[in-house]
Protein backbone atom coordinates (compact mmCIF):
# COMPACT_ATOMS: atom_id res chain seq x y z
CA UNK A 1 0.00 0.00 0.00
CA UNK A 2 2.94 2.45 -0.15
CA UNK A 3 3.64 3.08 3.54
CA UNK A 4 3.77 0.53 6.67
CA UNK A 5 0.51 -0.27 8.99
CA UNK A 6 2.64 -1.12 12.22
CA UNK A 7 1.81 1.53 14.73
CA UNK A 8 -1.27 3.80 14.69
CA UNK A 9 -1.31 5.95 11.71
CA UNK A 10 0.39 5.49 8.50
CA UNK A 11 -1.17 8.88 6.50
CA UNK A 12 -0.84 8.95 2.02
CA UNK A 13 -1.05 12.10 1.11
CA UNK A 14 -1.49 15.55 2.50
CA UNK A 15 -4.24 17.75 3.57
CA UNK A 16 -6.04 18.99 2.17
CA UNK A 17 -5.51 15.61 -0.56
CA UNK A 18 -5.29 12.49 1.39
CA UNK A 19 -5.24 9.81 -0.56
CA UNK A 20 -5.86 7.08 2.33
CA UNK A 21 -4.97 6.50 5.85
CA UNK A 22 -3.52 3.16 7.51
CA UNK A 23 -5.33 2.59 11.28
CA UNK A 24 -3.73 0.19 13.29
CA UNK A 25 -4.87 -0.69 16.69
CA UNK A 26 -3.02 -3.61 19.41
CA UNK A 27 -6.48 -3.52 21.28
CA UNK A 28 -4.55 -4.55 24.24
CA UNK A 29 -4.36 -1.21 26.06
CA UNK A 30 -6.38 -0.93 29.11
CA UNK A 31 -6.08 2.46 29.45
CA UNK A 32 -7.12 3.20 25.87
CA UNK A 33 -9.70 0.70 25.19
CA UNK A 34 -9.72 0.75 21.42
CA UNK A 35 -12.93 -1.13 20.29
CA UNK A 36 -13.97 -3.10 17.35
CA UNK A 37 -17.82 -4.30 17.76
CA UNK A 38 -18.10 -6.81 15.06
CA UNK A 39 -21.95 -7.01 15.17
CA UNK A 40 -22.08 -3.13 14.28
CA UNK A 41 -19.15 -3.04 12.61
CA UNK A 42 -18.36 0.51 14.76
CA UNK A 43 -14.44 1.05 15.74
CA UNK A 44 -13.54 3.18 18.11
CA UNK A 45 -10.23 4.98 18.66
CA UNK A 46 -8.70 6.45 21.18
CA UNK A 47 -6.08 8.12 18.90
CA UNK A 48 -2.55 8.17 18.50
CA UNK A 49 -1.36 10.03 21.47
CA UNK A 50 -0.93 7.94 24.76
CA UNK A 51 1.06 10.11 27.17
CA UNK A 52 -0.64 12.15 29.28
CA UNK A 53 0.25 16.02 29.07
CA UNK A 54 1.24 15.81 25.53
CA UNK A 55 -0.31 17.94 22.98
CA UNK A 56 -2.96 16.10 21.72
CA UNK A 57 -3.09 17.14 18.01
CA UNK A 58 0.79 17.21 17.28
CA UNK A 59 0.48 13.53 16.12
CA UNK A 60 0.19 13.62 12.57
CA UNK A 61 -2.87 10.75 13.12
CA UNK A 62 -5.17 12.79 15.79
CA UNK A 63 -4.60 15.92 13.30
CA UNK A 64 -6.16 13.49 10.60
CA UNK A 65 -8.83 12.54 12.78
CA UNK A 66 -9.60 16.46 13.44
CA UNK A 67 -9.32 17.27 10.12
CA UNK A 68 -12.16 14.27 8.96
CA UNK A 69 -14.43 14.92 12.18
CA UNK A 70 -14.47 19.03 11.40
CA UNK A 71 -15.64 18.04 7.99
CA UNK A 72 -18.16 15.86 9.04
CA UNK A 73 -19.82 18.01 10.92
CA UNK A 74 -19.72 21.09 9.26
CA UNK A 75 -22.72 22.45 7.77
CA UNK A 76 -21.93 21.78 4.10
CA UNK A 77 -20.37 17.75 4.24
CA UNK A 78 -17.80 17.26 1.87
CA UNK A 79 -17.42 13.03 1.93
CA UNK A 80 -14.65 13.63 -1.44
CA UNK A 81 -12.16 15.35 1.05
CA UNK A 82 -12.91 11.90 3.48
CA UNK A 83 -9.66 9.67 3.01
CA UNK A 84 -10.90 5.87 3.22
CA UNK A 85 -9.18 4.62 6.13
CA UNK A 86 -8.19 0.95 6.28
CA UNK A 87 -7.95 -0.95 9.43
CA UNK A 88 -5.76 -3.29 10.58
CA UNK A 89 -5.35 -5.39 14.25
CA UNK A 90 -2.77 -6.68 16.22
CA UNK A 91 -2.92 -10.62 15.28
CA UNK A 92 -2.53 -12.51 18.80
CA UNK A 93 0.97 -13.59 18.35
CA UNK A 94 3.70 -12.69 16.36
CA UNK A 95 4.00 -9.62 14.19
CA UNK A 96 1.41 -10.22 11.92
CA UNK A 97 -1.58 -8.09 11.75
CA UNK A 98 -5.71 -8.51 10.54
CA UNK A 99 -6.99 -6.59 7.41
CA UNK A 100 -10.61 -5.38 9.67
CA UNK A 101 -12.31 -3.70 6.94
CA UNK A 102 -12.62 -0.32 5.52
CA UNK A 103 -13.67 2.59 7.88
CA UNK A 104 -16.18 5.25 7.07
CA UNK A 105 -15.27 7.74 9.72
CA UNK A 106 -18.38 8.94 11.72
CA UNK A 107 -21.33 6.69 13.25
CA UNK A 108 -25.36 7.85 13.88
CA UNK A 109 -25.91 9.13 17.01
CA UNK A 110 -22.07 10.21 17.32
CA UNK A 111 -21.86 13.60 18.28
CA UNK A 112 -18.59 16.03 17.15
CA UNK A 113 -17.49 15.46 20.57
Not at 56 to 63: A, D, E, I, P
Not at 70 to 93: A, G, M, W, Y
Request: hydrophobic letters at 30%; one cysteine or more; glycine letters at 12%.
Amino acid sequence: MGCGNQGGFRIVGRPPSYKYAILYSSLDEPDWPDDLDLETGVFTYYGDNKQPGYNLHKKKGNRLLKYTFNLLHSSQVDRKKIPPFFIFTKEPQGRDVIFRGLAAPGAEGCPPT
